[in-house]
């Protein structure tokens, strides 16, 4: 009854009891990188499904830290991945390799 109701609390919260999704969270990352993670971002950004799910987990990390700036976009990106956890992060990066 307890674990019952501990998930259905986290249901109404919006939160998985089985981890991240990562498509929904791609979705704020679609306006600049495209709806597929196609898209060549500023002509300097390589798409994103070009890169394994470990690289892309790699960068995300080192942007949330603010110790990436590749292409000027440490700041873009460290504000955009602020609020999420790193299992978001890993959690974008397969969803994005699902896109190739």
Sequence with gaps: MRKLLAVSALACLGVSAFGADGATLFKKCAVCHGAKADKVYLNKVPALNTLSSEEITQALKEYKAG?????????IMKTQLASLSEADLQAIAQYIETLK
């Excluded at 110790?67 to 700041?75: A, D, V, Y």
């Design 67 to 75: 110790t990436r700036n590749k292409f000027g976009q440490g700041i």
